[in-house]
C-alpha cells in the first residue's frame, strides 16, 4: 500500500516525478529557513537577557573605569573598579526568598502594578481631577451600553442612580431602603457608604471589556458624573483627589453602615478588636446539657402514618411511635396482664435488672446498650456513674429515655422512644440504684 504522495510519485510520469522532488526540495528549504530563524530568536533572548543583567553591567564598569591605560590599570582605576564591584554586588546576589522553592520575591513594579487599593480614608488614592462633563463623553463611550445613558438601565446589571433624593444627601441615611420604603429596586447610589469603594471599583474593574483601561483622570471623571447622576453634585462639578473627602460626606447613604465590627479593618477607620456576635455555646468543661429545642407537636405527628410502621426492621434503630393513641385505650392498657407492666408494679423499693429486661427488650434497648460496655451508646453502668449524682437524675434520665437526643455521649442520635411514662420512670429509677443485676 502506498501513501497518496508515493501513488502520486508513481503514477504521474516523468514530469510529474520532477514537479515532486521540486516540491519536496522546496519544503526542505523552508523547514530549514524556518529552524534558523527560531534559533536566531532564542540567541537573541539569552543575549538580551546577558545584556541587561548586573553581571554585564559590572565589567562594563570595570572595563571602562582600567580604559585610560589598558596595560597597566592605575591605583585610581583599580579603586574605582572595586569601587564598582561593591556597589553591584547587592545586585549581583539573588533576592532572598521568605519561602524556599515556591516562586520568586516581587519585585517593586510588580507590587506597584497590584498595589491599587483605595482606602476608606483614601490612602492609596492618585492625584488627578475629572469634571462631570468630562465623564458623560466617556460615559457614553464605554459605559452607556451595559448601564444606560443615565444608569437607570436594568437590562444587564440592576441600576447605579435613582430613589435617592436631596433629603438623603442632607440625612446620610435613604429613606427608600427602610422597610417602609417605596424604591422598587436598590440601585448602588442608594447602598453606597464609601466614595473610595465607588472609585476603586471603577479603577480595578471596568470598562467590563477592558478593565483597568481607564487613566486616573478617566476615573474621576466617571464617578464625577454617576455621583451627579444621584444628585450629589452639580453639573459643573470637578471630582479631584484633594476634595474627595469632601465629596465623600455628601453621600445619600455614608451614614447608613456600621464600623463596630471587627470585620471593618484598622482602628483608625472606626473599627472594633471584638466581633459584633458572639458565641454562647459551651466549648471546654462545659456542663450543661444539650436540650431539644424543637419538636413535631403532638397533632402532627401521625401526620404522614406510623413511623414505627415505615422503617426497617435492620438494626437496633426504629422509627418512632407516631400513631394517636385513643385516651380510653390509654387509660385501659395498665389493666393489662404482661410482663413488662409487672415489672413496672413491681415497687418503689430495689429494681433488679431481671425486673427491666422485658421493658428493655421490648423496645430494643439491649441493641444499643449493654451493661457495662459501650456498644452504639453508652453502658447503662456509664449512664448510671454520669447522671446517677444529680439531684434530679430520675427525672432527667425519664425525659432522655422517652424523648431521646444527641451531643451527651457523642454525635450518634438515639431517637424518640414509644414506651409509656411509667416505663421510662421504671428504666430511670433503675438506672438511678446502680444497674443491680
Given at each position: ?98 519561602f ?11 507590587i ?6 483605595v ?14 462633563v ?10 452607556a ?8 438601565s ?11 433624593t ?15 420604603g ?19 471599583y ?9 478593565p ?10 466617571v ?19 484633594k ?7 455628601r ?38 446539657e ?42 385501659a ?23 427491666v ?20 451508646g ?30 451527651v ?29
Amino acid at each position: 500500500m502506498f501513501n497518496s504522495l508515493e501513488y502520486q510519485y508513481r503514477t504521474s510520469g516523468r514530469e510529474g516525478r520532477e514537479g515532486f522532488a521540486k516540491n519536496a526540495k522546496e519544503d526542505r528549504k523552508n523547514t530549514q529557513l524556518e529552524f534558523n530563524k527560531n534559533n536566531v530568536t532564542r540567541w537573541v533572548s539569552k543575549l538580551r537577557v546577558f545584556f541587561q543583567s548586573s553581571f554585564f553591567k559590572f565589567f562594563g564598569i570595570f572595563f571602562l573605569a582600567s580604559f585610560a591605560n589598558p596595560s597597566r590599570p592605575s591605583r585610581p582605576a583599580v579603586r574605582y573598579s572595586a569601587l564598582a564591584l561593591l556597589l553591584t554586588l547587592p545586585t549581583l546576589a539573588p533576592a532572598q526568598n521568605k519561602f524556599d522553592g515556591i516562586g520568586k520575591p516581587a519585585t517593586a513594579n510588580e507590587i506597584k502594578a497590584w498595589d491599587i487599593d483605595v482606602r476608606p480614608d483614601f490612602k492609596g488614592l492618585p492625584k488627578g481631577q475629572g469634571s462631570v462633563v468630562q465623564g458623560e463623553k466617556i460615559w457614553e463611550a464605554q459605559c452607556a451600553s451595559c448601564h444606560g445613558s443615565f444608569g437607570e438601565s436594568n437590562e444587564v446589571f440592576t441600576p447605579l442612580a435613582g430613589y435617592t433624593t436631596a433629603k438623603d444627601v442632607d440625612k446620610g441615611k435613604v429613606a427608600s431602603l427602610q422597610l417602609d420604603g417605596a424604591a422598587p429596586t436598590r440601585t448602588t447610589m442608594m447602598k453606597l457608604s464609601q466614595l473610595s469603594t465607588l472609585w476603586d471599583y471603577i479603577n480595578r474593574a471596568m470598562p467590563w471589556t477592558a478593565p483597568k483601561s481607564l487613566t486616573a483622570d478617566e476615573v474621576y471623571a466617571v464617578t464625577a458624573y454617576l455621583l451627579s447622576l444621584g444628585n450629589v453634585v452639580p453639573a459643573d462639578f470637578t471630582l479631584s483627589d484633594k476634595n474627595m473627602a469632601q465629596t465623600q460626606s455628601r453621600l445619600p447613604n455614608r451614614l447608613g453602615k456600621t464600623t463596630a465590627h471587627a470585620l471593618w479593618p484598622g482602628k483608625e477607620l472606626g473599627g472594633v478588636a471584638k466581633p459584633d456576635v458572639q458565641g454562647s455555646s459551651c466549648l471546654t468543661n462545659c456542663t450543661t446539657e444539650p436540650a431539644v429545642a424543637s419538636f413535631i407537636p403532638d397533632y402532627a405527628r401521625d401526620a404522614h402514618g406510623n413511623l414505627a410502621d415505615q422503617s426497617r426492621r435492620i438494626g437496633g434503630l426504629r422509627g418512632a411511635q407516631t400513631q394517636r393513641v385513643n385516651v380510653s385505650t390509654e387509660k385501659a392498657a395498665p389493666a393489662q396482664s404482661n410482663v413488662a407492666g409487672a415489672a413496672i408494679k413491681s415497687g418503689a423499693g430495689e429494681i433488679k435488672t431481671a425486673e427491666v429486661m422485658p421493658v428493655l427488650q421490648k423496645y430494643a434497648c439491649v441493641a444499643c446498650h449493654a451493661m457495662d460496655s459501650k456498644l452504639v451508646g453508652p453502658s447503662f453502668k456509664e449512664i448510671t456513674a454520669k447522671q446517677g449524682a444529680r439531684p434530679d437524675a430520675q427525672a432527667y434520665l425519664a425525659g432522655k429515655i422517652k424523648a431521646g437526643g444527641q451531643g451527651v455521649y457523642g454525635q450518634i442520635p438515639m431517637p424518640a422512644q414509644s414506651l409509656s411514662a411509667d416505663e421510662a420512670q421504671q428504666l430511670a429509677r433503675w438506672l438511678v440504684q446502680g444497674v443491680k443485676p
